[in-house]
């Protein structure tokens, strides 16, 4: 089975930052992409970045320019630094992956999120 932990969330102010982290148990033989997403109370869960194998990042129309989505080389963890935050970024943040286990099936996974609330 593979778990996917995150963390890094918490409560700033307007024009805050933080940095997200993902971090994927042993069981993954190799990573696809690592994407982040995002949903809050009543809405549906929304893409917000992602990095593929290789290191191509994409993200989502919305993000204006302040999130950065990375990896740590030789480890499974992914990171969101998320800067000049607005309330509108407030939601509970998720990771998910895209690879294969150590029995060689492909699989996608998700992390139980972090919330992350920004304050006016």
């Known amino acids: 089975q593979v778990h996917l932990v995150e963390s890094g969330g918490g409560l700033v102010h307007n024009g805050g930052s933080l940095r997200l982290s993902c971090t994927a148990s042993?069981?993954?033989?190799?990573?696809?992409?690592m994407d982040w997403y995002r949903q809050v109370p009543g809405d549906e869960r929304e893409w917000v970045a992602r990095i593929a194998f290789g290191g191509r990042t994409t993200y989502a129309d919305y993000v204006k320019g302040g999130f950065t989505i990375s990896r740590k080389n030789g480890k499974n963890t992914v990171y969101l630094q998320m800067n000049s935050l607005t309330p509108e970024d407030s939601a509970v943040y998720y990771c998910?992956?895209?690879?294969?286990?150590?029995?060689?099936?492909?699989?996608?996974?998700w992390g139980q999120g972090t919330h992350v609330t920004v304050s006016s």
């Open positions: 998910n992956v895209v690879g294969v286990d150590t029995d060689f099936r492909s699989f996608t996974s």
């Open positions: 042993r069981s993954i033989f190799s990573v696809e992409a």
